[in-house]
């Protein structure tokens, strides 16, 4: 492995920061050098809403293309991005130490969403937010934007929206933590499954590559908390875009460490919601998201998850049609 690593990515600023990211650490830690090659994915030219394009997943497919064709060695994600199916011949090398994964309120005059007056407009193209924030009853309106994130923080600044809804990851990797004007408690928000991580990806064929990338970012830990995430989602047969929300986190137990996570599947006017919590070993996170999917189903939240996402739904604000993969 004496060649040079091409590096997949998608076009957006926060792609190609969080690739560059990426790319740093492996030659920092292994001496390799590295070189980005861009990739353009249908979510990244097309503006529709992601629910009407298959969801998030629109993002992986031209990557995941590229590696299989030979043209890079290395494919960068947002891990939320990633269905939850394996695919042929792709092996998810790594998945490094994860950033903060709460949503994140980029507000105009300072304010938190609880400080916003009725009727606000706030900007997100997530249904899993608009539940979410729906259900906490604080009267605004939630407006349906796409975007990267200079053209929703734009949007904010210009004045067509009072607020936008943004992952703090994406932010934190682009240096604007101090434009964010409040971090949401999970409590009340959950993020998405697998959100402020990164997936690193290569064809599962080149096992000398495999290896080398375990060995140099992979973060356990950060493995196991999305595993079990995933594996939630996987089982409550959910697409990246659909409105559920999981956390999962290694904490101390009286054994040693374990897990513990949090989910909540939610209707997409978010008046109805399935939230449940569980805990279980840290080496088994498969298991773990398995029960509490069973759980959470027993409660009826395929009843609230099997109505579709609307397919007009209107997004007057999504005239950029780079979409940032910290969204």
């Known amino acids: ?10 076009a957006s600023t926060l792609a190609r920061t969080q690739s560059g990211l990426v790319a740093d650490a492996i030659t920092a830690r292994t001496g ?17 809403p992601l629910a009407t394009m298959g969801g998030t997943g629109v993002f992986v497919s031209a990557l995941r293309d590229a590696l299989l064709a030979g043209e890079v060695d290395v494919a960068v994600h947002s891990l939320k991005d ?13 998945v490094p130490v994860r950033e903060d994964p709460r949503d994140a309120i980029v507000a105009r005059d300072g304010l938190t969403l609880g400080e916003l007056p ?5 900007g997100t193209g997530s249904p899993r937010r608009v539940a979410q924030i729906e259900a906490l009853g604080l009267g605004i309106e939630l407006v349906g934007t796409r975007g990267n994130v200079d053209t929703r923080i734009a949007h904010v600044v210009s004045g067509d929206l009072d607020a936008v809804v943004l992952a703090r990851a994406g932010l934190a990797r682009l240096g604007r933590l101090a434009e964010i004007t409040e971090v949401l408690d999970p409590i009340q928000v959950l993020p998405a499954p697998g959100q402020g991580a990164l997936a690193i990806e290569c064809r599962s064929a080149d096992v000398e590559l495999v290896a080398l990338l375990v060995g140099a970012l992979d973060d356990p830990r950060t493995r196991a908390a999305v595993t079990c995430e995933r594996m939630v989602l996987a089982e409550l047969e959910a697409g990246c875009s659909a409105p559920v929300g999981a956390l999962a986190e290694v904490v101390e137990g009286e054994d040693g460490d374990e897990l513990w996570i949090r989910a909540v599947a939610s209707s997409l006017d978010g008046a109805l919601s399935v939230r449940l919590s569980a805990s279980g070993p840290y080496d088994d996170p498969v298991g773990l998201g398995r029960k509490l999917a069973a759980e959470m189903i027993a409660e009826g939240a395929h009843d609230l998850l ?6 007009h739904q209107h997004f007057p604000l999504g005239s950029d049609t780079h979409h940032a993969s910290g969204k």
Not at 82 to 94: C, Y
Not at 118 to 122: D, E, F, I, K, L
Request: glycine content about 8%.
């Open 306 to 311: 099997d109505p579709p996402v609307p397919e």
């Open 118 to 122: 009725p009727g606000s407009r706030v």
């Open 32 to 48: 390799r050098e590295t070189t980005l090659v861009t990739v353009s994915t249908e979510g990244d030219v097309n503006r529709a």
């Open 82 to 94: 990633l269905p939850t199916a394996p695919a042929d011949g792709i092996a998810l090398a790594a």
């Open 1 to 10: 492995m004496t060649t040079v690593l091409r590096i997949g990515t998608r």
